[in-house]
């Protein structure tokens, strides 16, 4: 079955880092997610992409975010300089479509752990 | 906006029946999701209800009432492996396309 993949699963980073964190969607899906859940909370949506632009983003998808699609695989979220409320699991998801009935069957990664110390 | 309110814990018995109720407000409607998600693991999609009724997927089964602003997933012969945080979601009409938004979870625990 296909599957979105994210690396790495666990990443540690220092206050002020940057740190970019990577995703391969599922081949034939056209529309691409990134969301955080910060450890035992809700799963809260940053950003969606498609046609290689910024579709919507929430209010945490601040300056200090960005998103970018390098090739024609990779699906990546960049956080400039990290601060401590940033550790959460990030996920990033996929759909093939982003409207109808498709548009609410995301697939998600496994999940990026980053820790800011 | 829209808003989702679930209840936070559920606990149930293995063979039983567990109900997850969801209550929604959003500024538009295009239907009701849910999710699954184990400990340290990924949201799987389960089921999705666009209009008013029952839909059943094997042993889950997910309801909504569009007039109630109310939906449930019906968890049936529940197993240990159904332990886990169940999400519902709707879209987030206020943008272009309608993101996905979730609730804060049920987190079900399925006791021997």
């Known amino acids: 079955e296909p599957e979105v993949t994210q690396t790495p699963s666990h990443q540690v980073t220092q206050m002020g880092q940057e740190v970019i964190l990577r995703c391969v969607p599922i081949s034939n899906h056209l529309y691409f997610y990134w969301y955080r859940q910060i450890l035992g909370q809700k799963v809260e949506f940053l950003v969606s992409?498609?046609?290689?632009?910024?579709?919507?983003k929430s209010e945490i998808f601040d300056d200090q975010f960005s998103v970018e699609r390098p090739d024609g695989s990779n699906f990546t979220l960049k956080i400039r300089s990290t601060k401590l409320e940033d550790s959460a699991m990030y996920f990033c998801?996929?759909?093939?479509?982003?409207?109808?009935?498709?548009?609410?069957?995301?697939?998600f990664g496994a999940g990026s752990r980053l820790t800011v110390l | 906006g829209q808003s989702l309110e679930q209840p936070s814990e559920v606990t149930a018995v293995e063979g039983a029946i567990v109900q997850i109720n969801c209550t929604y407000q959003t500024s538009g409607f295009y239907g009701l999701s849910w999710y699954q998600q184990h400990d340290g693991g990924a949201p799987t999609f389960l089921s999705y209800n666009a209009l008013d009724g029952l839909e059943e997927t094997g042993r889950f089964s997910s309801f909504l009432s569009r007039s109630d602003s109310y939906g449930y997933l019906l968890l049936q012969e529940l197993q240990m492996k159904d332990s886990a945080s169940y999400f519902c979601a709707v879209r987030d009409v206020g943008g272009s396309q309608g993101n996905l938004i979730f609730g804060k979870g049920t987190k079900l625990s399925v006791k021997p």
């Open positions: 998801a996929s759909s093939r479509t982003g409207q109808g009935s498709g548009a609410n069957v995301l697939t």
């Open positions: 992409f498609y046609n290689n632009e910024i579709s919507e």
